[in-house]
């Protein structure tokens, strides 16, 4: 027996650490610690008992749930990994009279979930006091009871359990009582005063006790309670119950008055020893809020609010006394039936938001927990989510669901989110409750710049100032904030040799083109820009639309004339044969502008002349024409002022001279007064009167063919002087071009000017004109003397009046031209 005894001794440590951690095979783990432990005690390193790094448990955001309570009896410490008392814990305010306290909460980690199962027992400490139902117990007892006479007393209670209990009770020594103390069915102790010595109501009419009730706790705790006992005459019958144990079921939430159970004794004694009434013997602090009992009818009533959830038993004594003290005891048990009287509840334990908008399908963004008080059916619920969202809900770990992205998620679409979470349980009726979940979306920079139009095109008037606005680009970036922000620039490039930034520049915030320089039409026309769009986001997009710059043209060139020439002082002069006939071509004024378009479409007129009305102009083509026959008394020497005016606004011009000399030969001109000359070329003088007597000795010669000349003309008159002046094509500069109907220049004619050589300062033209059935366009002075040579081959036979005319000019054509020498040396 000491063996045994020495060696429950040693089990008992070893017992008591085994039931301080236990850990089962799935990650749960329980604690067993005494109530009462002031806040901030340790209880155990749960990191080290589940294994998990301390370092990670901030990062996972450990926390306790306490699934839904409404206090935090525990925390854990996340640098240490301890879990310590959060707030008083106290046995008997939170599991009553129950033997086994247990307290159960979930430790919660992320990324990724787990959840781990945490079961705290709380172990019973002696801070209660056994207490007894009344102050003060009364007995009334005849004097004829006999000695061993047994009278029941209510026993004590204390909220402690087990060793902690009431185990023990002490009666104050007297000479009439003794205690006996009982156990009942349940395990209960109780107590009887047993009469040992009979009392004489003439000796001693009321005694007085003090009955102590003593727990086993260390040290033990004790409570009193002081018994009257009035002597009276002799009551020989205790009431007896109907049953000895009452049980009732009773739903919870019943109405205020409602009867649970009818408790029921009789006494077989008549009168007053029969009477019978009913108390509680043992009942807790809770039940007596709850529950009353009616003394004279045995009826308990509800009293007070009933929750399943709170107490699902409760378990009490009643007592029934007749008038004289004599009483018997029975149990009641009342159960508590379950009723689904609650709603389920949503926690959001955690949400991730705002949540990216290219994150990806099936990643996690909350955690929910839901929790229904009630049990079996009533406590089972189903969670579920609205509709038309892209987020579903997926059982994770017992009541907990992680909410998890299921389709694609756009900013620019939906912004943010607000949907419902219903949880609802399985009771009959069902009940139901919701959560509202307000989700916000992250941009993500996933749009680039779009601009309003494919391509812009802009006009641009030469001449413009440097600065001035020449359009806007606008584009539109539907990402969010510093993603959606445009910022312009013009791409490098090079117009006509320079980079585009020496023409233009782009504001950057809103998009305005602005010129750098003026621009000039005749040097380029339209140019091509790109400009590019780019967001501020990370990494930045951008995209760049075409700008076409177009350079409208305006009037700020005037005509040129490119014959007759300008240049210098020399002039040139041109002559007229008398017999020209009305109508007929002249000369001809060549012009050409700069410009474009209208601006450059050019109109001819005469603004002076020597005799008006004698020459006209077209006023399109420039082309000097005969008006009316040449008469007797006109003027020899014409002066025609030609102006040449564009069709801009405003129209510019520009005039010209225009000298004709209207003679047959330089012998009818009395005196070129215009004709400059240089000193320097009298010394040719007497070389050139010896060329003059040669030539009049030819002249004479050739008197008869002059005059067959003549009887030509009358013949052919037009063969001479139908025609216009012609400058060939090399002469018109690089950057003029021919505008059909625009008066510059016509393909239509086909002209030949002949220039004596030698000339310093002045210079006459012969005009002629010819075409495909004349003359061809390649014959000059060059092919003169190759004409000559076959006239002078001609037999006498083949040579017709015809080809002595076409001879006989080419001979007066040479001898004009020496002539012409001859006065411009002389002079």
């Not at 003290?325 to 926690?347: H, M, Q, R, T, Y």
Request: glycine residues 6%.
């Amino acid at each position: 027996m000491a063996l045994n005894g020495f060696l429950d001794l040693m089990l008992m440590p070893c017992l008591c650490l085994l039931m301080l951690v236990v850990r089962d095979a799935q990650g749960d783990v329980s604690y067993s610690f005494p109530e009462e432990m002031k806040p901030g005690s340790v209880i155990g390193n749960i990191a080290k008992d589940l294994g998990i790094d301390v370092k990670r448990l901030a990062a996972r955001k450990a926390r306790i749930d306490t699934e839904g309570r409404g206090k935090r009896y525990c925390d854990i410490n996340v640098n240490t990994g301890e879990l310590t008392v959060a707030e008083r814990i106290d046995r008997e305010e939170i599991c009553g009279d129950e033997v086994s306290c247990v307290l159960k909460f979930d430790l919660i980690l992320e990324q990724p979930l787990e959840l781990h199962r945490v079961s705290l027992q709380v172990e019973d400490i002696n801070d209660n006091a056994p207490v007894f139902s009344k102050d003060v117990i009364t007995f009334e007892i005849r004097e004829s009871a006999v000695r061993g006479a047994r009278y029941r007393v209510n026993e004590a209670h204390d909220a402690d359990i087990g060793q902690n209990t009431v185990r023990g009770y002490v009666l104050e020594k007297n000479e009439h009582f003794s205690l006996a103390v009982n156990t009942n069915n349940y395990g209960r102790k109780y107590v009887e005063l047993v009469l040992d010595k009979e009392i004489d109501r003439e000796l001693e009419k009321e005694i007085k006790l003090i009955l102590t009730a003593v727990d086993g706790g260390t040290p033990p705790k004790s409570g009193s309670v002081t018994i009257h006992v009035n002597v009276l005459d002799a009551n020989d019958n205790a009431p007896v119950f109907s049953q000895t144990d009452y049980r009732s079921n009773l739903p919870e939430n019943p109405p205020l008055g409602t009867i649970v159970v009818t408790v029921s004794a009789t006494d077989v004694d008549e009168g007053l020893n029969g009477k019978v009434t009913y108390e509680f013997g043992r009942i807790s602090g809770k039940a007596k809020k709850i529950f009353s009992l009616d003394q004279g009818n045995g009826q308990i009533t509800v009293t007070g609010h009933i929750d399943f959830e709170e107490a699902s038993i409760y378990e009490m004594t009643v007592e029934a006394k007749d008038e004289f003290g004599l009483s018997s005891e029975a149990n009641v048990l009342i159960k508590i039936l379950d009723i689904n009287d609650n709603p389920p509840e949503i926690f959001l334990k955690s949400l991730h938001t705002p949540v990216p908008e290219n994150v990806s399908p099936g990643t996690e963004v909350g955690i929910i927990n839901v929790q229904d008080k009630d049990t079996e059916n009533n406590g089972q619920v189903r969670l579920s989510i609205q509709q038309n969202v892209p987020f579903k809900l997926v059982p994770s770990l017992k009541s907990y669901y992680s909410l998890v992205v299921e389709g694609q998620l756009d900013r620019e679409l939906v912004s943010d989110y607000n949907f419902t979470v219903t949880a609802t349980d399985e009771g009959s009726p069902p009940l139901s409750s919701s959560k509202t979940i307000h989700l916000l979306i992250a941009d993500v920079n996933d749009n680039h710049p779009v601009f309003e139009e494919q391509f812009y095109n802009a006009h641009v008037k030469e001449n413009n100032k440097p600065g001035s606005s020449v359009c806007k680009v606008a584009a539109t970036d539907s990402d969010w904030r510093q993603n959606g922000t445009v910022v312009y620039s013009i791409l490098p490039a090079d117009v006509n040799g320079s980079p585009v930034t020496s023409f233009l520049s782009i504001n950057g915030d809103t998009g305005v083109i602005h010129a750098v320089r003026s621009f000039d039409y005749e040097q380029f026309k339209s140019f091509k820009v790109l400009v590019l769009a780019r967001d501020n986001g990370s990494p930045p997009l951008s995209s760049n639309v075409t700008v076409n710059v177009f350079i409208i043209d305006e009037n700020d060139n005037s005509p040129q004339i490119l014959y007759p020439s300008l240049e210098g002082n020399t002039f040139m002069t041109e002559m007229v044969p008398k017999a020209t006939q009305s109508g007929s071509l002249v000369s001809k004024v060549i012009a050409v502008d700069a410009d474009s378009g209208q601006n450059a479409w050019l109109s001819y007129h005469i603004v002076k002349a020597t005799d008006s009305g004698l020459f006209t102009i077209g006023e399109h083509s420039g082309e000097i024409r005969l008006q009316k026959d040449i008469s007797e008394s006109i003027n020899i020497k014409q002066n025609l002022i030609v102006s040449v005016k564009d069709n801009g606004e405003p129209s510019l011009s520009a005039t010209c001279s225009l000298y004709l000399l209207i003679s047959d030969n330089l012998a009818e001109v009395p005196e070129l007064k215009d004709m400059s000359y240089d000193d320097s070329s009298s010394k040719l003088t007497f070389y050139l009167i010896i060329a003059l007597v040669s030539v009049s000795t030819f002249f004479l010669t050739f008197i008869i063919i002059i005059l067959a000349v003549r009887f030509c003309h009358r013949r052919k008159p037009r063969i001479l002087f139908d025609g216009a002046v012609a400058i060939p094509s090399a002469y018109l500069p690089p950057n003029y071009a021919d505008v059909e109907g625009a008066g510059t220049l016509r393909s239509t004619y086909n002209y030949d000017a002949y220039l004596t050589t030698g000339s310093r300062t002045s210079d006459f033209k012969f005009v002629t004109s010819y075409n495909d059935v004349t003359l061809p366009s390649d014959l000059t002075l060059k092919n003169v003397q190759s004409s000559m040579d076959d006239l002078s081959g001609l037999d006498g036979d083949t040579f017709d009046s015809s080809k002595v005319c076409f001879f006989t000019d080419i001979l007066i054509r040479i001898l004009f031209r020496l002539i012409i020498i001859f006065f411009s040396f002389a002079k």
